[in-house]
């Protein structure tokens, strides 16, 4: 079936259904970052696979937006169908919103499936469209009767995560929640963001490509947590340990019914950026809401100390892994054929040597030359080419491993590169260098501190266009909410606290040229408490060296070679005995003071 | 009578008028910071004079609440009367608002005076009383009755600021706003704070200390401003201006009648934070009310041409007396009995003698030795102590002169300062030159940079209580909003914007010791604008020397001690062609490349 039988066999159920605008987000029920292939669905309708991009079609127009990452890419998948690329961000284009309003006319119907769309984007439509007699439907999943083959949700089995990994028991997670929901007022505690429910659950799974997590929904209640989840994913065993915390399981899709029946004195704890708009509707009118950030998205942010230890064990492991992987590179992209493809393949495989391996933290970035200046470069069969020297090659990937999740960013010279490159790689590492070692009074958010990284490029009228750090999961999201390193406003805006773990990667991207990105992982810690106040640090868990070819020493003062040299010697320190004599010998020489 | 009888009286009075709680802020009716003696209620009803405080009286008690820097000042002053001393902050102590909670039982009823009470606060108590059968009784200046001598408003005549001076005619200003009240759908403007009416209007005049403004409110609309002002202050002259512009004048207090009688079809653009709860409270319930933050802050924030250029004329004067200031002091101290008061009193004079000169623009700190500890030390005859060798002694003064306003902190060495002092010197000093030296993309606050200004005090575990910087305003406040830099969250956020001025003064208290604060002025301007966007930098418009006795060269890296030298290089330039063949001598010396 091509894309415009589709849309013409959507558009016959849209006038069945009384829809005159059908609204296609990228999005599961859960708010997810990354989402499993039953989720696919403005995918299936246009065309389009890249990850971010949403789909509105009318009985005369179709439409699809998305930014700048996948303008070509879009063009390209969209070239044989009706279907109109409408470029975010560009002079004159409408936004989603700016679109709605001119199509939704008086007396017309917006059509989606509320359970793909936020609550606060649903209610964001309810009030936008309330005054002006245009009406909302929620309940259509128009796209499922189309789809024949659309593939099944994952059924992959749960998996516990022990205390050793952990860190903290179920029971103790729970009590956490439940004095929070009291502190709050509240019953009930409404939870459909899988990182919340695998975090609070010390449970994983493989329903989503990378992120260790399964499909379900939860219920917190006072004495009990219901789960609403495929119980096919349940082994008995596991069955055993839930029951003994009170968790209580049903199907997966229960969870509509079971809010639609709260009694109205109940009163319900939720997180209106994540929930999803359908469940948020099935709450009845009498039941009062508190709208709080999940108490679980603080809670697991802040590592506690054996997830601490258990990271930093992960990190070492990636970083022989990934040291080992330098040099390979470096010692052989003139002596065999390596590819982007191939060399990201070896990193894998270096890592998956490594102890207690899962899998990939997220889908790696292996960048040669100019494709580095693009930050979200994926290498395909199409684009994949060999390295050669002269310029710059970029690695960001990351490994899910029992002991935590890794991301890391390498950038390496092969070869001779020129004083620009260096320049440019010198003052992104000047501006890691100054955050990883930055001190802090504990109020300090990310906005505080992100200048820090950026003002060496700033200062030579150069900048990133991506946020300085974001928060990492433990075995879960590789982004995790809610802390960040950014400048800019508009962002949840959380003390960066004891246990937290962030990324550090700053960049630079020169457009059909180079592009740089140098990324450690941070661990926030207190330091000195006095009279002014709790002083805060960050401890640098990543521990792989920074290519001293492609730096420009002169332009680095004795402070910062001093920072980067104390740095260099911890990776050697750390990583050496784990390596064969030659990898330790070229480690020496790659780690040594300048 | 003393204090007691005051109480005595006004419990009489609020028996008869069933008030259960009177409370009496620190406030004028227009939202000042400065106010003038009319206005200081609070003051005559518990005999505290400091500029802080809120008193709260009930049939039984009486209590006064105030901050840190106050606390001694009031315990002695409180000593003779009945009235309580809470000591906000300190442990144990109830804020304002529990207090209020505690004694306000159902039933009970709350007075004030409406016109010195902010809107926000006032729509603060309404919302947490409405529920508990709490009476608000907003029209009551019981004090007036008791206070027989109580001064006039001031009558001082308003003048003219021409527009060499504004560099903007009110014609102009007046088409901006009106702008942007059609922008937000409103027909009527209604503006009470002093600063932003001075702006508007062109007028400046002399009823608040230090701050040039004169008590007025203003209701802009389509067609005309209505000013409500005493109109014996306005000149034939000034009155012939008006009427060009379409001002029509009104008495002072009509402003609340005309409120009063504002058409339903009226749409009304007021500032919350910056309206009087008396005023808000007499815009009829059938008038729509737009809440934004008033344009003309935003405006007169932004410097034009004209204004920048006045402002650095004004700086270049005000360097002139600060340096002979700096000159006579370290030459003298150890020759002749300098206090506190007679430095004080001497950089008044060196003031007065520069051109256009009007008055300070706020009230000096002239602090020796410890006491400088104390950042809001305000030296009197009691506390007034001889300058001697061996520690600092800081000024942190201003003017007010036709051509702007300063605002200039210097802290000197007396004497051989010991290596502590030294130490601490030089990393204030560090803090102002890298703040003062960055350089940032369009959309950064105060916020993202005011880390660039502690970085190294809190390397070493030190701080600073207070802000980094502030706006200051064309011969208006000293303190002037929207901007600042500080890194806490919960103010105004406005982007640094070109044209923008503040102030840069990192410092550091060490109790019972010293105290230091380095303070230059900055004018925000636009840099390079590229594919990355605008970027901003700032132009330090103070031109007076850093006591380079105070300085510890060698904790200092090299790019540290180039800005450091191009400064005192800009300064020597700047400033040497005013001043004496001695004083040019002695500016050499301490603006010598260290």
Known sequence: MTINERIKELRALMKENNIDVYFVPSADNH??????????????????????????????????????????????????????LYKMGNPGVPTVNEYLEQVLTPGSTLGFDGRVVSM???????????????????????????????????????FLLEEKYSGESTASKLERVRNFMKENGSSVHLLITLDDIAWLLNLRGRDVMFTPVFLAYAAVTMEQVHLFINESKISSEIKTVLDNDGIVLHPYNDVYSFTENLAASEVVLLDSTRLNFALYNRIPQAVKVVDKMNPSVLYKAMKNEIEAENIRKAHVKDAVAHTKFMYWIKNNYDKEVITELSASAKLESLRAEQE??????????????????????????????????????????????????????????????????????????????????????????????????????????????????????????????????????????????????????????????????????????????????????????????????????????DDEKELLNNYHKLVFDTVSPYLTSEETEWLKQYTRAI
């Open 31 to 84: 708010q997810s970052e990354y989402t499993g292939s039953y989720f696919c669905t403005r995918a299936f309708i246009t065309g389009f696979t890249g990850s971010a991009g949403t789909a509105i079609i009318t009985q005369t127009d179709a439409g699809l937006w998305t930014d700048g990452r996948y303008f070509i890419q879009a063009e390209a998948q969209l070239k044989d169908s009706e279907i109109k």
């Open 356 to 557: 207690n391996f899962l899998w990939p933290s997220f889908g790696a970035i292996s960048a040669f030359g100019a494709h580095a200046a693009m930050c979200h470069y994926s290498s395909s069969e199409e684009t994949n080419c060999q390295l050669m020297p002269g310029t710059f090659y970029l690695s960001d990937t990351g490994g899910n491993y029992w002991e935590g999740s890794t991301d890391i960013t390498r950038t390496v010279a092969l070869g001779e590169v020129s004083s620009e490159l260096k320049m440019h790689f010198t003052n992104v590492l000047r501006g890691n260098l100054a955050l990883a070692n930055a001190k802090f009074l504990y109020g300090c958010t990310g906005q505080n501190l992100d200048i820090l990284a950026r003002q060496y490029l700033w200062n030579a009228n150069l900048d990133y266009n991506h946020g300085t750090g974001h928060g990492v999961g433990y075995l879960l999201s590789i982004h995790e909410a809610p802390c960040r390193i950014r400048w800019q406003q508009g962002f949840e805006t959380i003390p960066l606290s004891h246990g937290m773990v962030l990324s550090n990667e700053p960049g630079i991207y020169i457009e059909n040229s180079h592009g740089i990105r140098l990324e450690n992982e941070l661990l926030v810690r207190k330091a000195a408490k006095n009279e002014y106040g709790q002083f805060m640090e960050f401890e640098v868990i990543t521990y792989v060296p920074f290519d001293l070819d492609a730096i420009e020493p002169t332009l680095m003062r």
């Open 120 to 158: 606060s984007e649903g209610i964001h439509f309810a009030n936008k469209f309330s005054g002006k007699n245009i009406k909302i439907q929620d309940k259509l999943d128009l796209i499922d009767s189309i789809w024949k083959d659309r593939p099944p949700m994952s059924e992959a089995p749960v």
